[in-house]
Every structure is written in C-alpha cells, then in structure tokens.
C-alpha cells in the first residue's frame, strides 16, 4: 500500500486560500499571487484559481485580476475564453470605471480567441456618456488594429475614431488623435504610399485643425505630445495658416514638462518655414531661446537629450541662443557626455562679442583632470581659431601658454591643433614654429608625431635644422606606426624638394627603408611613387607633392541638409538624439510569415545570383595578372565557383545563416584549400608586377639595381637616385 505524500508548497497553499469561502482570505491570497509574479516566480499555474476571483464589486480585487489576466493571457489561451463573460458583464457595468477597465483588459491581452468578443463591448464604450470610457476605448481601437487590422475596418471603428476628434472633452480629443496616428503610422509603414483611399491613413484638413487647436490646452502632458505631433504632420495651405499655428503653439513654451517644450519647437521649426513676416519670425526665435535655457538646469540626463536638440536647432538657426553662451558653461559636476556637448554648443555660439570669455573658459577647462574633457577643450580653442580669423592670434597665444605647462597630453594636442591653425592660416604663426619643436621629445602619440612631422614639412626652407628633425624620426622610421611613416616620407620628399644640396643623404635611406625593409603596402607604394617621380621628372615631383592647398574650413552642420530638414521634424524623438533617421536604428513591424517568405525569396534570389556566376565559365578570370593558363586542368577565376557550393562558406551563404560578411567572396574564390593549389600562379602572376616598377628607374644616372633587389655590395652611401 503506497503512501501519497502530502501537498505542499507555497503555490499549493495560494491555491486552497483563493478558493477559500472568506473573502479577505482570497482578496490577500490575489495580492501575493500578484507580487510573487511580480518578481518573476511563475504562478501560471494557477490561472483557473484566480479566475474564479474575477466576479467580484471589489474594484481594488478586479483590477489584480485583471492584471494577472493580461501577464498570463498568452500562455493560457484557451483559459481566456472562461473570463469572456465577465469582460462583456463588465462594460455595462455602472461604474464607469469597471466598464473602461474591462475595456482596456480587453485590448491588452492579445489573444487571438478573444479579438471577436470584443468587438459589441468596444462599439458601446466608444459611444459611451463618460468620457473616461470613451477615451479609453480610443486606445483600445489602436491595440485592436494591430492585432487584426481588417477587423476594425469592418465594423468601422475607424469612422468612429475620426467622429470622436470633434468630442467636447480634450482627453478624448487627445487619445483618439494618438490612437489614428498608431494606425496611420502601421499602415504607411506597411504599404508606404499615403494615398487618401487607404482608410488607415490619417489625413489632418483644415477642420480637423481647428479642434487639435482648440483642444491642445486642455489637455495632459500625453494628450499635448499627441496632438502637437500630430500638427508637425499638417501640411498649411499658406502662411497665413502657418502663422495662426505658430502663433496657438507658442504658449506650449511654457510647459513644465520638456518633451512638450521640445514637440512645441519642432511645431514651430516646421511650420516657420512658410512664414515670410520677418518680424514674427525673430519674434518666435526670441521665445524659443528661455524654455531652452530652462530645459539645461534639468538632470544630466534630461540635459543631454535637450543639448542634441539644441545642437540640431543651432545648425538651422544659428542666431536662436545668440546671447546665451554662459549658459553652457560647463559645472564641477557635469558628466563628461554632458561636457563635450555643451563644448560643442559653445564653439557654434562663438562670435567675436563672446569669444574672449569662451577663450578664458576653455583654458581654464584645459588644466582640468579629466583627460578627454582637456583634449577636447583644446581641441575647441582650435576650432575657434579658424572660425574666427580676428581670434586666431589670442587662440595661438593660449595654446603656447598650453604648451609652455609640458604636460604630455596638453602639449600633443595643442600641436595636433596648432596644425590644422598653419593649414587655416598658412605663413601666419611661423614664430610659433622653434616653440612647436622644442617640445619634439614630449610626443608619443602618431597623430601630434604626424601633425609636428607636416608642420616641419611644409615649413622645411624656413628651419635650419629642418633635416636633424626629420633624421630622428628617420632612424625611427621601421618602429613607428604607419601614418607617421606616411608623414615622415612626405616630409622629407618636401624638404629635398626644397632643400636639395643638404637633404641628399636623408631621402636616399628613407627610400631606401621604406621600398625595402617597411612591411605596409600603403607606404612601400607611396615610396615607389615618390620615388619615380624624382628620378623621372623632379619638375612634376614639385608640382604634386609643393601644390598649393586651400585652407581649410569647419563646416557650420554635421549633417547635409536634407536630413536636417528631416531630423528638425524629428525633434523630440530618438532620431533628433542620434542625429540619424528613424530608419536605420529601427525595425519595421513584427517579424510575421510575410517577412519569412521575403527572407526565402531572398536566399532563393542569392542562388540565382551564384548559378549566374558559375555559369560564366568563359568569363575573364580578373584576379590572374599573367598570361599563365589554369594548372592541372582546374578551373580559374570566377569559373571555379562550380566547385565551390560544397565548401561551408558557400552553404552558410546559400543557406543565409552566414553571419561573416567575408563568407560571400570565400564562397565564390574559394576556401584556403583552393587556394594552396594556385599559389604558384599567383607568385608567377604578381612576380612581372614587381619587376615592372622599378623597370623606369633603369637608365636614370647608371643606376640599374632595382628598389626591390639592391645590389648586394651597395656601400651605405651610394646614389640610389642617380641624380646626385
């Protein structure tokens, strides 16, 4: 005889107490059920339980219920159907706010069983006296278009809903505006043309936009936001309109709360641009600047978001905050995302009524602790130099007084800066220039390495010592990194250029280093380059490498200006914050079986594409450089993809798991198997390549040992160039 062991548990014992015959018993057993779901435990389990909880004039209990319904409605689909009944009970309730809390339930428990009973409940709660219920059932209409779209065309809750925009209460105004732009937003997004037919599509008329105007004051924070996104969309029919607009929205200005602030302004941003009274135009920017101001004493992270908007609203208007640099002065306590920013911000507001206070603020930045905060402070007394030509020489003045601190990383970026200053202002700040190289051993890092090599380059017939200089970062030349040796090969060609009798000895063994002993192809073709020019044509030599530059200029936008028009009509939304488009940061739409079957269209598509490939067997095999056939019978180039769908690179990519973007050429060149067998033709074809270049020396001054094979007795100093 078996023994069954007692049930026990902490679900077992909410089950017994939400069947048990006292009311607080089952109301508390409801209240930890909710909180042990609340902190993840599953208690799905006892779904029927709680269900049979649902009947009750307990508003506090239906409302826990009904919150326990809507986490576990997906899981216990075929439960949901039980609770039908009491929905439908509900929305004919007296109270009027258990009839919007069925509804609401309703449109949030997403199951597919339950979408058709909900239909008679929602037609009587749009057309309910409360306006609690209505406004409620104006959400729940947009909840119901997303899960069956036709559905609500059908029994025409979209009719209804544009009905409702003429409602005497605000809120339910501002609900129905936010529940047809969700559906508007679905349907364009779906099928992209905004034709008027589609009757998703949300078309805002003249009259519609006297009532979003009417309403706007009297609604919530939510209901604003809605209704002033919704008049960003309206496109005026003449200034006259965009002026009445501007003129209703100001006042949003003064709005505690900043996404409407921000709404307001992309309102004004959009609409201004049809306004051609010049005086309410500046009248309209003056207002804009306070609730901007306002917006910055906000927290660090209210204030980030306000200053990408800012910086967004500057490269428009760049007069909007004219008045208002102290403003951005940066606190002790500013996060460092919060700094730069306003460093940004600071530098598009400098003029030459403010630039001495902006020149002593971002010294005083300069002996901060912060290192990124200093290089980015120096880096913007920079960018005002060359914004500003009549502040280019107090700017020089505070980077010397920078440099003369011999602090590493201050001295580097000063340097980095003072070149993009010589290449503003070239034969300006020349005295800056024995400074600048006094300071050569404080350098390690590549961009001040290449910034002072440039500098000594271009400058080269003014230093005396310009080739000593350029010797040290020669003898270096092997250990440096790749853009300082691109520089130190430039700048020495420069110097022989411009100093051919003292410079002889240092072209000749940076070429010869480079050619030979660099392993960057970048730098080894630049060395070639170089170096046939000199031996060919010196004239042409100093034609490209002395050619005049124009100087060079910060541009007032980081964007072009399209997409500035378009971030503008993004403001107050993800997009305004990047500073990209909506589109390249987020999805379109729930991934459905339409989306699968694009995606197998798509494999199917790369298939053809390959067997497109492989069929091209007579096609040039671009990659072979001689005139060599294909060995041992195999097929070369692209006509060998026919063998390849066999190897794993080519299967991912049939298959379109691959998530290595370089598994696409591995599938048509083949794997690292394939190749081993053609390494041969490939040294036999790259081979004459490498004879080819140094063929043009040969004849220049008796010189016939190629930079590629130097003849093995060469004495240190011989004349590779043959022109000395």
Known sequence: MSIRAPRKGENYELSVDLNSEYRDKRKDAIKRVIASMTVGKDVSGLFPDVLKNMQTDDLEQKKLVYLYLMNYAKTQPELVILAVNTFVKDSEDPNPLVRALAIRTMGCLRAEKIIDYLCDPLQRALRDDNPYVRKTAALCVAKLYDLKPELVIENGFLDQLRDMISDSNPMVVANTVAALTDIHISATSNQPSDSTSDPAVFSITS????????????????????????????????????EHICERVVPQFQHVNGSVVLAAMKVIMIHIRNVRRDDLVKQLIRKMAPPLVTLLSSPPEVQWVALRNINLLLQKRSDLLSNEMRVFFCKYNDPLYVKIEKLDIMVRLASDSNVDALLSELKEYSSEVDVDFVRKSIKAIGQTAILIESAAERCVNVLLELINTRVSYVVQEAVVVMKDIFRKYPSTYEGVIP????????????????????????????????????????????????QVQLQTLTAVVKLFLKKPDSSQGVVQRVLNTATKDCDSPDVRDRAYIYWRLLSTDPGAAKAVVLAHRPPISIPRTTVSPALLEELLGEISSLASVYHKPAQTFVGHGRVGADSVQRKGSEISDAQKALQTVVAGQQAENLLDFGDDSAQDGQPSGLAATQILPSTPAAANFLSGTSANPLDDLVSIFGGMETMDTGAGSLSTALSPTVTSLSSPFEGFGGSSAPPSQPAQNAQPQEDLLGLF
């Open 207 to 242: 009259a519609i936009l006297n009532k979003l105007l009417i309403a706007l004051n009297e609604c919530s924070e939510w209901g604003r936001v809605a209704i002033l996104n919704a008049l960003a969309r309206y496109d005026a029919t003449d200034d006259k309109e965009s």
């Open 435 to 482: 400074t600048l190289c006094a300071n050569l051993e404080e350098l390690d890092e590549p961009e001040a390495k290449t910034s002072l090599i440039w500098i000594i380059g271009e400058y080269a017939d003014k230093i005396d010592n310009a080739d000593e200089l350029l010797g040290i970062f020669v003898d270096s030349f092997i250990e440096e990194s790749y």
